[in-house]
């Protein structure tokens, strides 16, 4: 759940992402999280092993989520990516693909 949790606006999770790394990349509310979720699981295109975790990607149409930044300047983001690691996973909004 606290994967979760940084992703949605407003969470201490997320604030606490903002505080720790400048940045948070949030969905738009839920429902687009479990909506993307459920695309990626369905149509993710893999993109690699990248820093121990199998990565799925797909760029979206419409706006998913935002980056937000420590002065609180929101960047709109198109691109949901699915993490997967020791059969766990969680989806997350990019600006681009992981490297």
């Known amino acids: ?7 949605l606006r ?13 940045s948070a990349h949030v969905f738009t ?6 909506r993307v ?3 990626l699981l369905q149509a ?3 993109t690699g092993n990248i820093r121990g975790a ?5 760029l979206f ?3 998913i989520g935002y980056r937000i930044d420590a002065e609180g300047n929101e960047t709109p983001l ?16 990019r600006t681009k693909a992981s490297r």
Not at 1 to 7: A, E, L, S, V
Not at 10 to 22: A, D, I, K, V, Y
């Open 29 to 34: 509310d839920e429902a687009t999280l479990q």
């Open 78 to 93: 198109y691109y949901g990516e699915l993490k997967v690691k020791d059969g766990k996973y969680h989806a997350n909004p």
């Open 37 to 39: 979720e459920q695309r």
């Open 61 to 63: 149409d419409e706006v």
């Open 10 to 22: 407003g969470t201490p999770q997320m604030q606490r992402e903002l505080r720790r790394t400048e």
């Open 44 to 46: 993710g295109n893999f």
């Open 1 to 7: 759940m606290r994967y979760i949790n940084r992703h």
């Open 54 to 58: 199998e990565r799925y990607g797909l």
